[in-house]
């Protein structure tokens, strides 16, 4: 049921995704085979982005609900040791109860790196978003719902990370993690597709080249954390199988 969740909870934010950006990939389509629809379509992005943000946000949600509820027989398929262990025993005997699947502990030094990865972490994120919503994007509106969403993903996390030497419970973070990144890194390309215009503007003495920086950097930095975070987080799971393959 947890896998389902999963599978459902991305197939909904990839919707969300593809319908927000739908009158841009019109447009751009038009573009491409010389029809000029695309000079008024795009306008409606400013409709279906934010509800397509929604649907993305919903999607996500129910993706990590459903990895934070994944049995140590789901995750049992990613450790291959342990797997095998299951399998021996499932084997063994036809009449005998089969001992549920037990997934060993982080080391306590890898266990730390976690949390304390997520924690700093957070910390950026949230200061990232905090600064962006009053200092560069001030009375930004609904945008500002959205432009502090990485922080409470990020604030999941570190609840996540809490228990992070329980080898159950960092798969359930690691899985949960890597479908916001993922997402992260698709939505964060958006300040790049602005980046060269807002380079072009700060030429212009009008344009107060601190706020527009501050932009783009904020705008950024979500997209920079969900790279680290994918990196981070396969590396520890791949010194967590390490670990388990040696005992």
């Known amino acids: 049921m947890a896998d389902n969740s999963v599978k459902i909870g991305g197939i909904t934010a990839g919707a969300g995704c593809l319908f927000g950006l739908a009158p841009l990939i019109i447009s751009g389509a038009a573009a491409a085979v010389g029809s000029d629809i695309g000079n008024v379509l795009h306008w409606y992005t400013f409709f279906t982005a934010p509800a397509g943000a929604v649907v993305v946000i919903i999607g996500l949600i129910m993706a990590i609900v459903g990895a934070s509820r994944k049995t140590p027989e789901e995750f049992a398929k990613s450790v291959s040791t342990v797997a095998d262990e299951d399998s021996a025993r499932a084997t063994s005997s036809e009449n005998k109860a089969v001992a549920p699947v037990t997934l060993p502990p982080l080391s306590a030094s890898l266990a730390r790196s976690v949390k304390l990865a997520y924690a700093i972490g957070f910390g950026v994120v949230l200061i990232s978003c905090v600064m962006r919503v009053t200092l560069f994007q001030p009375m930004s509106g609904i945008l500002t719902f959205f432009d502090l969403v990485p922080a409470a993903f990020a604030a999941w996390f570190v609840y996540l990370a809490r228990n992070a030497q ?13 479908i916001v990144s993922i997402a992260g890194c698709v939505v964060g390309l958006y300040p790049l597709v602005y980046l060269s215009d807002s380079i072009s503007l700060l030429s212009d003495a009008d344009v107060e080249k601190f706020q527009w920086g501050g932009t783009i950097i904020t705008g950024l930095i979500p997209l920079i954390a969900s790279i680290a975070s994918l990196i981070f987080a396969g590396i520890v799971r791949g010194r967590y199988r390490a670990s388990i393959a040696k005992s």
Do not use: A, E, I, T
């Open 166 to 178: 329980n080898g159950l419970q960092f798969l359930r973070l690691h899985q949960s993690q890597m």
